[in-house]
């Protein structure tokens, strides 16, 4: 039922899509139901002591307005090939720098994070080298309707979705088969406090990091990127894969996720209003 939904709004003109945003989604979100907005506020607040409270206030109703924008874009691409998408609102830069470290070292690992629209990040199989796989790890959503319908959404972007359980055995068959691949991982959401090992100050916090690109890079010895994504316009993305290292082993322990984290805090710090502030990032301390 929710995916025919999906097929019948993803045919409607984008301008539209965007007026039921702004109408309708909004609306609901901010002012009737106030969808997590202690949430939000308590994190602008604690990440922004520095601005003024009209300042935090004005980018707190930008974020409602972009998740809006953003799950009405994910509905519009549904009947969107890759091809359309790059064309009109996602443009990447040093793409052909991921394609040949997949092809030279087998695989390289992409960090990615929930900015602007990140399900439209997975848009660029068909750009990379025939033979190389664009790998997304994706974690199973509780409700059985809401994960069949994602993925049905993210199968139209032609990458392969492996569930996050699964990442390490499909991984290892990849290498196995001498198949290259590009492995995403969204990869700023917090860690279980058992097994979080990198602690970074983020956004004036003392934070805890997903370390699983790192370890998977050292591993596999695949060199490991940042993506990075700014929103120049409502329906326009500019992402630019970011090389943090391509000799992974030479590393420090927890050196390749700290860099991770500086690069995303600058990231935020440039648009704030399009990174993803409904969660509970800040749950558990090191305490």
């Not at 953003?70 to 990447?92: I, K, M, P, Q």
Request: proline content about 5%.
């Amino acid at each position: 039922m929710l995916l025919h939904c999906t097929a019948a709004l993803s045919r409607l003109p984008l301008r539209v899509h965007y007026l039921l945003a702004d109408g309708v989604l909004y609306p609901l979100l901010y002012h009737l139901v106030r969808y997590r907005r202690k949430m939000v506020r308590k994190n602008l607040r604690n990440a922004f002591p520095e601005k003024t409270e009209a300042e935090r206030l004005r980018i707190e109703r930008d974020f409602y307005h972009q998740l809006a924008y953003s799950a009405v874009e994910t509905v519009y691409g549904y009947r969107r090939t890759n091809a359309e998408l790059l064309r009109d609102h996602v443009h990447f830069e040093n793409l052909e720098m991921i394609d040949r470290c997949a092809r030279e070292y087998g695989g390289c690992v992409v960090m990615l994070s929930h900015l602007g629209n990140w399900e439209w990040m997975a848009s660029f199989q068909e750009w990379l080298s025939p033979g190389v796989t664009e790998m997304n790890v994706y974690r199973q959503l509780k409700s059985e309707p809401m994960d069949r319908m994602m993925l049905a959404i993210r199968a139209k972007r032609e990458g392969v979705c492996v569930e996050k359980r699964r990442i390490l055995r499909e991984m290892v068959r990849y290498r196995a088969e001498h198949h290259p691949v590009v492995l995403g991982l969204i990869s700023d959401q917090k860690p279980r406090p058992e097994v979080t090992r990198t602690w970074v100050d983020f956004l004036h916090q003392d934070t805890g990091f997903l370390d699983g690109g790192e370890m998977l890079a050292k591993k596999f010895g695949y060199p490991v990127f940042c993506l990075t994504v700014t929103r120049p316009e409502r329906g326009q993305y500019r992402a630019r894969f970011n090389l943090i290292t391509e000799t992974p082993k030479d590393t420090p322990e927890g050196e390749i996720t700290t860099l991770y984290a500086r690069t995303l805090e600058d990231n935020i710090r440039r648009q704030p209003e399009i990174w993803l502030w409904t969660h509970n990032r800040w749950k558990w301390s090191r305490q």
